[in-house]
């Protein structure tokens, strides 16, 4: 009797300890002092994302494939001291360690990652697709994504970084699937779900955004042009700006609370109009 009332004892001080999460008032402040490291981060989400973490006091790790693209990038930002850029192929899993260790040196540390690194099905359909198309995009989208979350997670862990991880999802991800592309999007949606549960006791939390079909260079659309669409029954594409919104709450202290969640930015695609 006497040692499980004091392990009890020792339940409700430990429990004592914990304090809610207390958000800045203003949003320049949102995430100030922290770290992102963003990958796909040249492209219109991605890139979005960055941007908007930066205007909230983040320093941010832009990673991408293309190297013109990211010299290019410190151009397009304000406060562009607070940007570093590094080139990485997500699909390269043998890297992935050494890539989290130079990039954590950057500016001393990695708080929150968000993977935005992904890719389409290219000229091809169910009874014509190949292996090699199959694999490249499942590399990329699902296998890549599992390393690198792999190899961040370690990196928090051994340095007792209560960190945020966010995986750019898609609404595809929720509806019936038969491209390599909508089997990664269902894949990363489990996963989210799974790493949550591994990581929540670490003080790490992980979600996704799971945006609709969204006005970028990608699809061949221009936010600041027609949003016309009927992909959804608004009528009109998301704009990146709209993801990035979600997206820095969601790495943000305000969704302490929020783990394992996979957040639809998509005019109901994926939740209520199933295609």
């Known amino acids: ?35 992102a490291l963003i990958t796909g981060g040249t492209g219109g989400i991605g890139f979005a994302i960055a941007k908007s973490l930066i205007e909230s006091g983040c ?58 690194a992904g890719v389409h099905t290219e000229k091809a359909n169910f009874w014509t697709m190949t292996p090699d198309e199959y694999n490249r995009v499942m590399n990329i989208n699902l296998t890549g994504t599992f390393f690198l979350c ?23 991800g929720s509806e019936p699937a038969w491209s390599p592309y909508g089997i990664s999007k269902w894949g990363l949606n489990g996963f989210t779900k799974g790493l949550a549960e591994i990581l929540i006791s670490r003080g790490i939390t992980v979600n996704a955004i799971a945006p609709g079909t969204t006005a970028t260079a990608l699809i061949g659309a221009n936010e600041k042009g027609n949003l016309f669409t009927d992909d959804n029954r608004k009528g009109r594409y998301a704009t990146p ?35």
């Open 150 to 172: 792999q190899a961040v997670a370690r990196y928090m862990c051994q340095n007792e970084i209560h960190g945020r991880i966010l995986l750019v999802s898609s609404s595809r």
């Open 241 to 275: 700006d709209e993801i990035a919104v979600w997206a820095k709450m969601l790495v943000s202290d305000a969704s302490d609370m929020i783990t394992g969640e996979v957040l639809h930015v998509s005019a109901g695609r994926g939740t209520i109009d199933i295609r």
């Open 1 to 35: 009797m006497f040692g499980i009332k004091t392990r009890m004892q020792s339940m409700l001080k430990k429990r004592h300890k914990v304090i809610a999460i207390t958000h800045p008032i203003f949003e320049t402040q949102l995430l100030s002092g922290k770290t």
């Open 59 to 116: 320093n941010v790790i832009i990673c991408g494939t293309n190297s013109n693209k990211l010299a290019n990038l410190t151009e397009k930002i304000q406060n562009s001291d607070r940007v570093k850029t590094m080139r990485f192929d997500i699909a390269d899993t043998a890297d992935v360690t050494t890539f989290v260790e130079k990039a954590s040196t950057l500016f001393g540390s990695i708080d929150i990652l968000i993977n935005s």
